[in-house]
């Protein structure tokens, strides 16, 4: 037991009294007031506010909330015939069931736009990009050639 004390001292490592561990635990309980500030329980929504800004979750939280709503903020005709895809840097991407609709859309980009910024209560989306729909992909394996593929015996 004297050799691990002494290879312990030639370490550094101090020998630590009880009394003085109990009188820091006593220092420690007596700053600590059980009606002082920041002491008082708080509300769940204010706690989880708190967390989102200290996060910097806020900007994702609120369009995932409207993008959730989306029906309700955009109306039923729009919604039937366009859905969000994402949201990244002031860019809300949104896919459009048919190219007509596309074009439509982004007619109205402006229009679509102001609603989504009211439901935010600030100026979020910058830009609406409207995509058409995908058309079908004929690139299939690691081995393709380039070319029109099977669409030339089309007819």
């Known amino acids: 037991?004297?050799?691990?004390?002494?290879?312990?001292?030639?370490?550094?490592?101090?020998?630590?009294?009880?009394?003085?561990?109990?009188?820091?635990?006593?220092?420690?309980?007596?700053?600590?007031?059980?009606f002082g500030s920041g002491r008082d329980p708080q509300p769940m929504s204010d706690a989880v506010d708190t967390l989102l800004r200290r996060m910097g979750w806020t900007e994702q939280v609120e369009v995932a909330a409207v993008t959730a709503r989306w029906r309700e903020v955009v109306g039923d005709q729009i919604a039937d015939h366009c859905e969000p895809l994402g949201f990244d840097e002031g860019k809300l991407t949104v896919r459009a069931s048919s190219s007509a609709w596309a074009t439509q859309l982004t007619l109205m980009a402006g229009q679509i736009r102001h609603r989504i910024n009211e439901e935010f209560g600030r100026d979020i989306v910058g830009e609406l990009v409207v995509l058409g729909p995908t058309a079908r992909s004929w690139v299939k394996g690691p081995r393709t050639v380039p070319g029109r593929g099977p669409r030339d015996t089309y007819g």
């Open 1 to 34: 037991m004297e050799r691990a004390r002494a290879s312990a001292r030639q370490r550094g490592a101090r020998q630590r009294s009880a009394a003085r561990g109990r009188a820091q635990r006593d220092e420690a309980r007596r700053a600590s007031q059980p």
